[in-house]
């Protein structure tokens, strides 16, 4: 069987983010999975050698690279749809929540979330009227869809009236490599990102849903009612709209003790989860939250939102609070600061829950709805 895969998210050198990585850790398996079918990655641009995960998979190179509207268009409906006419192939994968309306083979579609839906604010104006356009349309053209919660399968239930068996939930999960640390690479860490205070971490792009300036105002609140030494590290690219951060940074009474890291490898997460005094993630809206688990995974306590799918991600290990309220965060983070136990107690459910997620399981699930709809 010949198998059509959108890759575009699977960019070269270290930029895997949420999509690129559900992509690369699902694909992986699949295809060492099932040597006997060919894989097809389409690809927006000259790809990495490392995507080639075995001599099932051919890789081909569409154009135009589509990273904006027009060329959003140009690449899904113009070159993604010549290439499958053209080739025939029995499913077009696509692992980003985008397809083609100009095809006729089956599609399966993975929907990561519809922040689009609930916050247009967020996205640029262009951007906005392509996803508002096509994506009602992407879901119902599609012969299956993946969601990656039951928070998003229902969101995409209620807001495009989709009956729910056209709707599999597909987790994302936690590479191996994110695991404890030992004391020693703990306060190592700490001397290297923190000055050795302990510290609150964030991990994500700086974009308007992740909430920072809430998270910002919440950490001046807390040190100036605790006056306690820990910092907040922020690690994450700047990606969109982050303007409204950076001016309540410059406003921070405590800014001297908030670090922008930029990103981070997966090693440096690994230990900066692994050492953090908590992991504080508090989006006002996710599909699912990768950080809840990875910081769980590496022992990190987690403080997240009670909205969306974060507390489903979470499995009762973290403590919730209301995004939108900056003084509930605050008083999470004093909690966390005070009261050793409850960090205790949220790192042995957090090696609990953590267990419920596995890429193997993922690409299995995943694979099983390719073969539901090939021809």
């Given at each position: 069987?010949?198998?059509?895969?959108?890759?575009?998210?699977?960019?070269?050198?270290?930029?895997?983010?949420?999509?690129?990585?559900?992509?690369?850790?699902?694909?992986?398996?699949?295809?060492?999975?099932?040597?006997?079918?060919?894989?097809?990655?389409?690809?927006?641009?000259?790809?990495?050698?490392?995507?080639?995960?075995?001599?099932?998979?051919?890789?081909?190179?569409?154009?135009?690279?589509?990273?904006?509207?027009?060329?959003?268009?140009?690449?899904?409906?113009?070159?993604?749809?010549?290439?499958?006419?053209?080739?025939?192939?029995?499913?077009?994968?696509?692992?980003?929540?985008?397809?083609?309306?100009?095809?006729?083979?089956?599609?399966?579609?993975?929907?990561?979330?519809?922040?689009?839906?609930?916050?247009?604010?967020?996205?640029?104006?262009?951007?906005?009227?392509?996803?508002?356009?096509?994506?009602?349309?992407?879901?119902?053209?599609?012969?299956?869809?993946?969601?990656?919660?039951?928070?998003?399968?229902?969101?995409?239930?209620?807001?495009?009236?989709?009956?729910?068996?056209?709707?599999?939930?597909?987790?994302?999960?936690?590479?191996?490599?994110?695991?404890?640390?030992?004391?020693?690479?703990?306060?190592?860490?700490?001397?290297?990102?923190?000055?050795?205070?302990?510290?609150?971490?964030?991990?994500?792009?700086?974009?308007?849903?992740?909430?920072?300036?809430?998270?910002?105002?919440?950490?001046?609140?807390?040190?100036?009612?605790?006056?306690?030494?820990?910092?907040?590290?922020?690690?994450?690219?700047?990606?969109?709209?982050?303007?409204?951060?950076?001016?309540?940074?410059?406003?921070?009474?405590?800014?001297?003790?908030?670090?922008?890291?930029?990103?981070?490898?997966?090693?440096?997460?690994?230990?900066?989860?692994?050492?953090?005094?908590a992991t504080v993630y508090v989006p006002y809206f996710e599909g699912f939250g990768i950080p809840i688990i990875e910081a769980q995974a590496c022992a990190s306590p987690v403080l997240t939102s009670d909205r969306s799918s974060m507390p489903e991600v979470a499995g009762g290990a973290a403590l919730l609070v209301d995004p939108y309220s900056s003084a509930a965060i605050a008083a999470a983070l004093g909690r966390l600061w005070q009261e050793p136990e409850l960090r205790h107690q949220l790192v042995s459910k957090g090696k609990v829950n953590v267990q419920r997620f596995s890429w193997d399981k993922s690409a299995d699930?995943?694979?099983?709805?390719?073969?539901?709809?090939?021809?």
């Amino acid at each position: 069987m010949d198998i059509a895969v959108n890759t575009r998210f699977l960019l070269p050198g270290d930029q895997l983010e949420g999509i690129g990585r559900f992509t690369f850790e699902t694909l992986k398996r699949m295809v060492a999975a099932h040597p006997e079918h060919t894989f097809h990655f389409l690809f927006d641009r000259p790809f990495d050698a490392r995507y080639v995960f075995g001599p099932n998979v051919v890789p081909h190179v569409l154009f135009p690279p589509a990273r904006h509207p027009f060329l959003f268009v140009a690449w899904f409906e113009g070159a993604v749809a010549l290439w499958l006419r053209r080739h025939k192939p029995a499913v077009f994968l696509s692992t980003d929540g985008f397809t083609t309306l100009a095809t006729n083979v089956p599609r399966l579609t993975v929907v990561h979330d519809l922040a689009f839906e609930h916050f247009p604010q967020d996205v640029e104006l262009l951007r906005r009227k392509y996803y508002h356009y096509f994506f009602p349309r992407f879901v119902r053209a599609s012969e299956r869809l993946v969601a990656v919660s039951e928070a998003t399968k229902q969101d995409l239930i209620a807001t495009y009236q989709l009956p729910a068996d056209k709707i599999q939930v597909v987790y994302n999960a936690v590479d191996a490599h994110f695991h404890p640390q030992s004391a020693a690479v703990q306060q190592a860490t700490r001397e290297r990102f923190a000055a050795g205070k302990p510290y609150f971490l964030f991990v994500g792009a700086l974009q308007p849903r992740k909430n920072l300036v809430n998270l910002l105002k919440a950490f001046d609140e807390f040190k100036q009612q605790t006056g306690a030494p820990s910092k907040l590290l922020i690690v994450g690219r700047t990606a969109w709209k982050a303007g409204p951060m950076f001016d309540v940074y410059q406003q921070m009474q405590h800014r001297h003790d908030v670090h922008l890291t930029g990103r981070a490898t997966d090693a440096e997460l690994v230990q900066l989860y692994a050492a953090a005094l908590a992991t504080v993630y508090v989006p006002y809206f996710e599909g699912f939250g990768i950080p809840i688990i990875e910081a769980q995974a590496c022992a990190s306590p987690v403080l997240t939102s009670d909205r969306s799918s974060m507390p489903e991600v979470a499995g009762g290990a973290a403590l919730l609070v209301d995004p939108y309220s900056s003084a509930a965060i605050a008083a999470a983070l004093g909690r966390l600061w005070q009261e050793p136990e409850l960090r205790h107690q949220l790192v042995s459910k957090g090696k609990v829950n953590v267990q419920r997620f596995s890429w193997d399981k993922s690409a299995d699930a995943l694979w099983q709805a390719v073969i539901s709809i090939s021809r």
